[in-house]
């Protein structure tokens, strides 16, 4: 094992206490900055992790994968990845639209994404 030499650069990089909590405090107000999670967000998070699932479950070897449901296909890693990639064209980035079809709803104004009520 190589042993770990103390150069220019390791001591530099050494903070105090002080600079922690200074860093610690800028990376918390970014944080509240940021908001909560959008719509868009959470469905491109969760079509990441589906897309890891179905990288690795594609055909594992020690159990029989998704792949066997399709004999005769050949499927590789780009299947997934274009799945993946064509459903993130299909979901909607906004949900707003779905409040036109609300029982009570108004008409859908486009300028606002907002639904208002009809006179």
């Known amino acids: 094992m190589a042993k770990l030499k103390s150069n220019r650069q390791s001591k530099e990089s050494k903070i105090g206490a002080e600079s922690e909590a200074i860093a610690r405090r800028v990376i918390e107000?970014?944080?509240?900055?940021?908001?909560?999670m959008t719509s868009h967000e959470i469905s491109v998070a969760i079509l990441f992790v589906l897309s890891i699932v179905l990288f690795f479950t594609r055909s594992p070897g020690f159990i029989p994968g998704w792949v066997d449901l399709f004999p005769g296909a050949k499927i590789k890693d780009a299947t997934p990845a274009i799945f993946i990639v064509v459903t993130?064209?299909?979901?909607p980035a906004d949900?707003?639209?779905l409040n036109y079809f609300r029982?009570?709803?108004?008409?859908?104004?486009?300028?606002s994404f907002e639904v208002t009520k009809k006179d």
């Open 88 to 91: 993130l064209f299909v979901i």
């Open 95 to 97: 949900w707003q639209w």
């Open 29 to 36: 107000s970014r944080y509240k900055d940021m908001g909560p």
């Open 103 to 111: 029982r009570k709803s108004g008409y859908f104004n486009r300028d």
